[in-house]
């Protein structure tokens, strides 16, 4: 049994969550992957992966496996890059994920402008609002807002211009209490969205205090998606938490208003995030150094829409 190429059924068995999707991608026949899968848990002793007609689940055991299998492949993948020298052109698939609206909105156009540029390179899109697990999940690089955590992986900063903001329609404004400050949001309709609070909603502390200021409230809507919350702040059903490129084009036409920005939290950071090594590899390389002008200019762009720019 050639394990390695073993190891690529596997995992693009997992990554296309069935035997037949696997055997299309890989362009062989659906009795191939199974034989090929059956080895490599005859090799290593355990079953990885449930089985069913539609679907597969990877056991606890194959859950591991997986990892290891792709930090293996990765490492191959790159060994085969660098011994083809610095001047390779960019090549294979290319892994990217990236928060859903910014990865519909700003990224997609400049990936597609990339492949263009690069007709070997293919590419998957992880639209995702949550942070992956870069190695474990495959990914070659990830588009984050906010903080970063794993100082293993390697980052190119493309701004800090995105802020949490509070809107409303100019109708459900001039229909309710003036909001002069954060405690005014007692007397309002809240939307919330569930990555932004549920229950509460943080700000800068007052003049003179050091400690932030924590509005409790009781939401007139809950809801799970950023477009979902845009649909009812739009319909004047209440005030909304999203990030300053979420509601761009909105504040731009007058359908939506920011309010209390002078009491937000300072701007997120903006980052390409790629496993330590990987921007060794072409395709990496190429994409990192195509793609951050252009996010840098586009988050300007959007962040200077809601005139909230720095």
């Given at each position: 049994?050639?394990?390695?190429?073993?190891?690529?059924?596997?995992?693009?068995a997992?990554?296309?969550?069935?035997?037949?999707?696997?055997?299309?991608?890989?362009?062989?026949?659906?009795?191939?992957?199974?034989?090929?899968?059956?080895?490599?848990?005859?090799?290593?002793?355990?079953?990885?992966?449930?089985?069913?007609?539609?679907?597969?689940?990877?056991?606890e055991?194959?859950?591991?496996?997986?990892?290891?299998?792709?930090?293996?492949?990765?490492?191959?993948?790159?060994?085969?890059?660098?011994?083809?020298?610095?001047?390779?052109?960019?090549?294979?698939?290319?892994?990217?994920?990236?928060p859903?609206?910014?990865?519909?909105?700003v990224?997609?156009?400049?990936l597609?402008?990339?492949?263009?540029?690069?007709p070997?390179?293919?590419?998957?899109?992880?639209?995702?609002?949550?942070f992956?697990?870069?190695?474990?999940?495959?990914?070659?690089?990830?588009?984050?807002i906010?903080?970063?955590?794993?100082?293993?992986?390697?980052?190119?900063?493309?701004?800090?211009?995105?802020?949490?903001?509070?809107?409303?329609?100019p109708?459900?404004?001039?229909?309710?209490?003036?909001?002069?400050?954060?405690?005014?949001?007692?007397?309002?309709?809240?939307?919330?969205?569930?990555?932004?609070?549920?229950?509460?909603?943080?700000?800068?502390?007052?003049?003179?205090?050091?400690?932030?200021?924590?509005?409790?409230?009781?939401?007139r809507?809950?809801?799970?998606?950023?477009?979902?919350?845009?649909?009812?702040?739009?319909?004047?059903s209440?005030?909304t938490?999203?990030?300053?490129?979420?509601v761009?084009e909105?504040?731009?036409d007058g359908?939506?208003?920011?309010?209390?920005?002078?009491?937000e939290?300072?701007?997120?950071?903006?980052h390409l995030?790629?496993?330590?090594?990987?921007?060794?590899?072409?395709?990496?390389?190429?994409?990192?150094?195509?793609?951050?002008?252009?996010?840098?200019?586009?988050?300007?762009?959007?962040?200077?829409?809601t005139?909230?720019?720095?």
């Amino acid at each position: 049994m050639d394990r390695i190429d073993a190891m690529k059924v596997f995992i693009t068995a997992i990554d296309e969550g069935s035997l037949a999707g696997a055997a299309r991608r890989l362009q062989r026949s659906p009795t191939a992957v199974s034989r090929a899968l059956g080895l490599l848990e005859v090799h290593v002793g355990i079953e990885l992966l449930h089985r069913t007609t539609r679907s597969l689940k990877l056991s606890e055991a194959g859950q591991r496996y997986a990892a290891a299998c792709r930090r293996i492949l990765t490492e191959l993948e790159e060994a085969d890059m660098l011994a083809g020298g610095e001047r390779a052109a960019p090549r294979g698939m290319l892994t990217i994920s990236a928060p859903p609206i910014v990865g519909e909105q700003v990224l997609v156009p400049i990936l597609n402008d990339f492949l263009d540029l690069h007709p070997a390179v293919s590419t998957q899109l992880l639209l995702l609002d949550r942070f992956v697990n870069l190695v474990e999940e495959g990914v070659d690089i990830a588009l984050r807002i906010g903080h970063l955590v794993d100082s293993s992986h390697i980052s190119t900063r493309l701004g800090g211009d995105v802020r949490r903001v509070v809107v409303a329609s100019p109708r459900y404004l001039a229909a309710h209490p003036r909001i002069e400050e954060p405690a005014d949001l007692a007397k309002h309709q809240i939307i919330a969205f569930t990555n932004f609070g549920l229950e509460s909603w943080s700000f800068t502390p007052a003049n003179g205090a050091s400690i932030p200021r924590t509005i409790q409230f009781k939401p007139r809507c809950t809801v799970n998606s950023v477009r979902a919350a845009l649909v009812s702040a739009l319909a004047g059903s209440g005030l909304t938490r999203l990030y300053s490129y979420h509601v761009a084009e909105y504040v731009r036409d007058g359908r939506l208003k920011i309010v209390l920005a002078e009491a937000e939290h300072s701007a997120l950071p903006v980052h390409l995030v790629a496993p330590h090594g990987r921007l060794s590899v072409p395709k990496v390389r190429a994409f990192v150094d195509f793609a951050a002008p252009r996010l840098r200019s586009e988050f300007a762009r959007l962040a200077a829409e809601t005139g909230i720019l720095g």
